[in-house]
């Protein structure tokens, strides 16, 4: 046992002498003179690339299309004649929208008019800031 503490104690003092021998063997390395000269030179020569402009997913034209069929298929079911031939849609049956747990627990509810007039206040204003922001950040990011 003691023999091999022995060993373990000679070969950490050799790699030990043989660690500092590598140190004071290696040079130290530093950059040139003119180094920040140099990469300051490479930065400002570096071609100003176009700034990424956001493209929405959906375009205004798009949005303005969707927001017409709904409009004009909403107006349609509302106000529109009563069709009494529905060809396959007499076999579709929409109760279960009208007959389930949710709307029978919401049915008992009644909403107060300063509730009512609070929640269309909030949307509005929701519905102002979201252009309000959306110009307030591109302007920020194209400074």
Same mark, same amino acid.
């Given at each position: 046992?003691?023999?091999?503490?022995?060993?373990?104690?000679?070969?950490?003092?050799?790699?030990?002498?043989?660690?500092?021998?590598?140190?004071?063997?290696?040079?130290?390395?530093?950059?040139s003179l003119e180094f920040t000269? +140099? /990469?300051?030179?490479? =930065?400002?020569?570096?071609?100003?690339?176009?700034?990424?402009?956001?493209?929405?997913? #959906? !375009? $205004?034209?798009?949005?303005?299309?969707i927001s017409i069929l709904i409009?004009?298929?909403?107006?349609?079911?509302?106000?529109?004649?009563?069709?009494?031939?529905?060809?396959?849609?007499? +076999? /579709?049956?929409?109760? =279960?929208?009208?007959?389930?747990?949710?709307?029978?627990?919401?049915?008992?509810?009644? #909403? !107060? $008019?300063?509730?009512?007039?609070?929640?269309?206040?909030?949307?509005?204003?929701?519905?102002?800031?979201?252009?309000m922001m959306k110009h307030y950040?591109?302007?920020?990011?194209?400074?």
């Amino acid at each position: 046992m003691k023999q091999l503490k022995v060993m373990e104690d000679h070969t950490e003092q050799h790699f030990d002498k043989l660690a500092k021998k590598v140190i004071k063997m290696s040079l130290l390395e530093s950059p040139s003179l003119e180094f920040t000269a +140099n /990469v300051m030179a490479g =930065i400002e020569a570096a071609p100003v690339n176009d700034i990424t402009v956001y493209k929405p997913l #959906i !375009s $205004k034209r798009m949005w303005l299309t969707i927001s017409i069929l709904i409009l004009g298929s909403l107006s349609y079911v509302i106000f529109g004649n009563g069709v009494e031939d529905l060809g396959w849609f007499d +076999n /579709v049956d929409l109760s =279960i929208i009208s007959n389930n747990r949710v709307t029978e627990a919401l049915s008992g509810m009644t #909403i !107060s $008019k300063t509730l009512a007039y609070a929640i269309g206040i909030f949307g509005l204003v929701f519905f102002i800031q979201i252009p309000m922001m959306k110009h307030y950040f591109d302007k920020r990011m194209s400074l």
